[in-house]
């Protein structure tokens, strides 16, 4: 499992749906939807730099923020 897995999934899924943007509550909703999304949220958010350094109240929405710029760069 790559680094990017959770967060390119996440941001393919939302734009399946039909969404632009993503929030914490995404995250959140996302990882809830099988064992295999929270297992890779676990890892993502051991392993992704930009989270590991984040206060824990905070973690969940840098999760959002590296999502929302793959969405982003989605055409």
């Known amino acids: 499992m790559k680094r990017c897995d959770f967060d390119a ?19 959140h909703a996302f990882a ?12 993502y958010m051991k392993t992704e730099p930009t989270v590991i350094y984040c206060p824990v109240a905070e973690k969940y929405d840098q999760v959002a923020v590296n999502v929302q710029c793959i969405l982003d760069e989605l055409p």
Do not use: K, P, Q, Y
């Open 9 to 27: 999934r996440l941001a393919h899924h939302l734009r399946s749906i039909g969404r632009e943007t993503c929030n914490e509550n995404d995250v």
């Open 32 to 43: 809830l939807m099988s064992r295999e999304n929270a297992a890779e949220l676990h890892f």
